[in-house]
Nanobody, 121 residues
Framework: QVQLVESGGDSVQAGGSLRLSCVVS????????MGWFRQAPGKEREEIAV??????RYGDSAKGRFTIFKDSRKKTLYLQMNRLIPEDTAMYYC????????????????WGQGTQVTVSA
């Protein structure tokens, strides 16, 4: 089992920045992929960014504004979000897959409870 706890969500004005954190605990897998997703009311869940030992990948809405990175020593995944816009308002989730990000069978099995980001105009 893997447990994920997100934090860092807040209410900010457009143009501001936030850093989300996701602390990971439990039984880790040798191969893994971690990612950030978001879901706004009435919309489908969206992949923001994923990372493993070899690659990082960003969704279109994150490119150029968001950065995903991890601190293995602290067992923490981060999402640095800059130049926030109202369309970034959503619940943000951290997720963990027991396989590499590009593996055909990779599935995000473990999810955190989410942290709310609200961006006002």
């Amino acid at each position: 089992q893997v447990q994920l706890v997100e934090s860092g969500g807040d209410s900010v004005q457009a143009g501001g920045s936030l850093r989300l954190s996701c602390v990971v605990s439990g039984n880790f897998f040798t191969k893994f992929c971690m990612g950030w997703f978001r879901q706004a009311p009435g919309k489908e869940r969206e992949e923001i960014a994923v990372i493993d030992v070899d690659i990082t990948r960003y969704g279109d809405s994150a490119k150029g504004r968001f950065t995903i990175f991890k601190d293995s020593r602290k067992k923490t995944l981060y999402l640095q979000m800059n130049r926030l816009i109202p369309e970034d308002t959503a619940m943000y989730y951290c997720a963990y897959s027991a396989d590499y990000c590009n593996a055909p069978t990779s599935q995000f099995t473990y999810w955190g409870q989410g942290t709310q980001v609200t961006v006002s105009a």
